[in-house]
T-cell receptor, first 112, second 114 residues
């Protein structure tokens, strides 16, 4: 059974810091891994999608890496801003399940 | 290209009542999935619809049911509401089960059962 864990559960940092959010999963038989952002009480906004054959994806100040064999992904946020404050969720799409399995998220607060 | 839209945004129901939530998928997407997100938790898979048929189901009782229409929009129905059904309900659309293009989520429906 696939399980997804995110560390840390919460993070509070001053503006300008570079951040690393961690995601681990127990079963490496995945199609892809997707990182989402969620503002309080809102839906999910897709940030980055990494296929199982890829090592990383980049979008602006965001970079996500995937090490499928070790069951790990990291989301790197460069030069953090207060507008980055949100909960960040990772989710994997496993073979033969057709459903996303989510972690419980990392709640990020960036203060001025 | 339009995104995923859900209605209503908020809903308050009484225990024992029935509720219907609606979702319009992103243009070009033929698969709709529903997720339940309790406060402070990650979303949990309820079920998925592809070509108007249920195509996978999570660990939810039969009082959670759904439909998909020819235009790929979808409904989630919950009968005999319980207090624990209070949650954010998220709809996601994809082309197929999502291996290539990932999932696009809507803004959710916040259901409160009192």
């Amino acid at each position: 059974k696939q399980e997804v864990t995110q560390i840390p559960a919460a993070l509070s940092v001053p503006e300008g810091e570079n951040l690393v959010l961690n995601c681990s999963f127990t079963d490496s038989a995945i199609y892809n891994l997707q990182w989402f952002r969620q503002d309080p009480g809102k839906g999910l906004t897709s940030l980055l999608l990494i296929q199982s054959s890829q090592r990383e994806q980049t979008s602006g100040r965001l970079n996500a890496s995937l090490d499928k064999s070790s069951g790990r992904s990291t989301l790197y946020i460069a030069a953090s801003q207060p507008g980055d404050s949100a909960t960040y969720l990772c989710a994997v799409l496993s073979y033969n399940t057709d459903k996303l399995i989510f972690g419980t998220g990392t709640r990020l607060q960036v203060f001025p | 290209e339009t995104g995923v839209t859900q209605s209503p945004t908020h809903l308050i129901k009484t225990r024992g009542q029935q509720v219907t939530l609606r979702c319009s998928s992103q243009s070009g997407h033929n698969t709709v999935s529903w997720y339940q997100q309790a406060l402070g938790q990650g979303p949990q898979f309820i079920f998925q619809y592809y070509r108007e048929e249920e195509n996978g189901r999570g660990n939810f009782p039969p009082r959670f049911s759904g439909l998909q229409f020819p235009n790929y929009s979808s409904e989630l129905n919950v009968n005999a509401l319980e207090l624990d059904d209070s949650a954010l309900y998220l709809c996601a659309s994809s082309l197929g089960a999502g291996p290539l293009n990932g999932y696009t989520f809507g803004s959710g429906t916040r259901l409160t059962v009192v």
